[in-house]
C-alpha cells in the first residue's frame, strides 16, 4: 500500500518550473501580453466613470438649488439676503 501511494504521489507532481529569467523578445507573440491597449482601457474607463459622477453631483447640487429658490418665493422672500422675520 505504502508504495502504491508513493507512486500516486510521484505521478501527481506538477511539472518542474523554469530554472533562469526568459527574456521576453524569446517568448512566442501568441504568449505575449500587450499592456498598452488594457492600460488606456483602464484609464478611459476611470475618465468616464470620473466625469459621470461629477455629471451627477452637479445634477442633484441644481435640483437643491431650484428647491431653495422655491421655498425662497414661497415664503415671500425673494433674495437671501433679506433678514429674517422675528415670531412676535
Given at each position: 500500500?505504502?508504495?502504491?501511494?508513493?507512486?500516486?504521489?510521484?505521478?501527481?507532481?506538477?511539472?518542474?518550473?523554469q530554472?533562469?529569467?526568459?527574456?521576453?523578445?524569446?517568448?512566442?507573440?501568441?504568449?505575449?501580453?500587450?499592456?498598452?491597449?488594457?492600460?488606456i482601457?483602464?484609464?478611459?474607463?476611470v475618465?468616464?466613470?470620473?466625469?459621470?459622477?461629477?455629471?451627477?453631483i452637479?445634477?442633484?447640487?441644481?435640483?437643491?438649488e431650484?428647491?431653495?429658490?422655491?421655498?425662497?418665493?414661497?415664503?415671500?422672500?425673494?433674495?437671501?439676503g433679506?433678514?429674517?422675520?422675528?415670531?412676535?
Amino acid at each position: 500500500m505504502t508504495i502504491f501511494a508513493f507512486v500516486v504521489a510521484f505521478v501527481l507532481q506538477p511539472p518542474a518550473g523554469q530554472n533562469q529569467f526568459v527574456p521576453a523578445s524569446s517568448v512566442p507573440p501568441t504568449d505575449q501580453l500587450q499592456a498598452a491597449p488594457l492600460l488606456i482601457a483602464a484609464y478611459a474607463f476611470v475618465w468616464v466613470a470620473a466625469c459621470f459622477y461629477l455629471w451627477t453631483i452637479w445634477r442633484r447640487l441644481r435640483k437643491v438649488e431650484t428647491e431653495m429658490h422655491a421655498l425662497e418665493r414661497r415664503s415671500g422672500r425673494a433674495d437671501s439676503g433679506a433678514a429674517p422675520r422675528s415670531p412676535r
